[in-house]
């Protein structure tokens, strides 16, 4: 699993790349009351603002951590965005995408480097 | 947040493992480890203590008493002071020379003097705007004060198992009632739209007197988050969002707390700053007016998304000033300022959020209904 400074984890099984946010992004967050997700085949850029999060106190997105195709969505949590403090790094995960240049995983922090950097 | 204010509770805050953040000069608890959602629920189903000792608390006597302080008072608020029944409480605001608002606050008769409530943000410049304007009046800052809020259905029987006397008094009384925590000023008032009390408290038992409430298992400590959602529900307007100097109490939908007797034909009409534009309105109507919005969906349409008449074209003719997701409610709602002829209940108007605009039902004020014990 992977990290990003914005809070974002990368797992990654086959070719495939799941994304969701940490246990810390939620908590900042607050209660999650509201999430739009992207369209499947959407073709993304890194930095490409792909996820919008409402919470009970903001606005906020996910941007696309990796060059790529969006593959799948977790479009349960459009009914139950509550689901994103509950199960951050479980059931909670927005979007499956497919990186046409994986070796940018690389660039992200370990677990260990995340933990460091959250303090 | 060193150059920071802070209340009386502060550490108690610090303690129940409160999230920090500056409000209006002071270091507040936005919301404690139960979260802005069940925080909210809770207060609506059972009760909420709230730390508002960031408000200001002002004492104004005058050689005349009350009468004298109410009848100058009368000159910056077109609320109806010297009617007001001893130990009673009205809400009001200051306005300025174009009818704009400058600040909404609390007015209490207490026998021979006022107690004024207003917002931290405006306290200093409602103070200097008291001395310069009321003549003959002495204005005390009350500042060895904290000021607790207890909202919710069971807010009675808790405060009651203290004082049994509060359970007594109906919505907007006040009492001065001596107890184990010093003498305590009480009135049956709050701003989440709950049945409810705000107490004023001597500093130096603020805590004490916190944790003796916070020891019932119905009451919960409830930050800035919930408060602020509370409020948006119950339809009140936040001092600086809903309301300032450029909307008037007409187009802001507080014509209610004008009286009669300060509008065109009565005994005292007019007579505060703004009365020719305010009582014009009063008679004629404003442009626009502030009206509840329901968007469809979840997405919440937050401050300062632009409302436009159409799905397509057109300038924006409106825009939102609160807007959240309301837990109780179970949706977004939101409150917004929309031209008259869009203000109908029933009108879809829409609003502009990530560049898509978005559906939303002009409704009725409050989205939850009132339980004040009347």
Redesign the interface.
């Known amino acids: 699993m992977k990290f990003t400074e914005e809070h974002e984890w990368l797992r990654a099984e086959g070719d495939v790349v799941t994304v969701g946010i940490t246990g810390h992004a939620a908590e900042q967050l ?2 999650v ?2 999430v ?1 997700l992207p369209e499947v085949g959407t073709m993304v850029t890194r930095d490409d603002e792909v996820v ?1 999060i ?1 919470s ?4 906020s997105d996910i941007r696309a951590p990796l060059d790529g195709e969006i593959v799948e969505v977790n479009e349960a949590l ?1 009914d139950e ?1 509550g689901k994103v ?1 509950e199960d951050p790094l479980g059931d909670a995960w927005f979007f499956k995408m497919k990186p046409s240049e994986p070796g940018q995983m690389d660039e992200y922090m370990d677990e260990g480097a995340y933990n460091d950097f959250i303090g | 947040m060193s150059d920071l204010n802070v209340t009386p509770l502060n550490a108690l805050h610090h303690e129940l493992g409160a999230r920090m953040v500056p409000f209006a000069g002071y270091e507040m608890p ?2 404690y480890p139960l ?4 925080e ?1 629920l809770h207060c609506r189903a059972r009760a909420g203590l709230f730390d508002v000792s960031h408000m200001g608390q002002v004492i104004l006597r005058a050689p005349g008493g009350y009468p004298q302080v109410a009848r100058a008072m009368e000159g910056l608020v077109p609320v109806d002071l010297l009617d007001l029944g001893t130990m009673r409480q009205r809400y009001g605001f200051f306005t300025d020379d174009d009818g704009g608002i400058l600040d909404d606050l609390m007015l209490a008769n207490r026998g021979d003097h006022m107690f004024a409530v207003v917002n931290a943000a405006c306290k200093a410049d409602d103070i200097a705007h008291m001395r310069a304007h009321l003549s003959g009046v002495e204005i005390e800052e009350i500042t060895d004060r904290a000021l607790l809020a207890l909202q919710g259905p069971a807010a009675e029987g808790v405060l009651a198992t203290m004082l049994p006397g509060v359970a007594q008094m109906r919505f907007m009384d006040v009492a001065v009632l001596p107890s184990d925590h010093g003498e305590l000023w009480i009135s049956r008032s709050g701003y989440t739209g709950e049945d409810g009390y705000e107490i004023s408290v001597p500093a130096d038992q603020a805590e004490p007197l916190a944790r003796a409430l916070l020891a019932h298992a119905d009451v919960e400590p409830i930050g800035l ?1 919930a408060r602020d ?1 509370l409020r948006l529900e119950a339809g009140l307007c936040l001092y600086g969002h809903d309301i300032d100097t450029t909307t008037s109490p007409v187009e802001a939908r507080l014509a209610w707390a004008i009286q009669k007797v300060r509008r065109a034909g009565g005994a005292r009409a007019g007579g505060f700053p703004g009365a020719a534009r305010i009582l014009r309105e009063l008679t004629d109507g404003a442009p626009r007016a502030r009206v509840g919005l329901r968007p469809e ?4 349409m ?1 401050e300062g998304t632009p409302v436009f008449a159409a799905l397509e074209g057109g300038e924006a003719v409106g825009h939102v000033t609160s807007g ?2 309301g ?1 109780t409610i179970q949706g ?1 709602v939101s409150m917004g300022y929309v031209p008259r002829d869009l203000a109908t209940k029933g009108t879809t108007v829409y609003g502009e959020v ?1 560049g898509r605009r978005m559906a939303a039902t002009v409704v009725a004020l409050p989205f939850t209904p009132a339980n004040f014990k009347r």
């Open positions: 607050g209660d009351v509201f739009e919008v409402e009970v106190k903001a606005a459009v965005p403090n | 936005v919301q979260g802005v959602m069940k909210h988050g959602s969906g979840r997405a919440p937050r959240a997701f837990p977004p990530r």
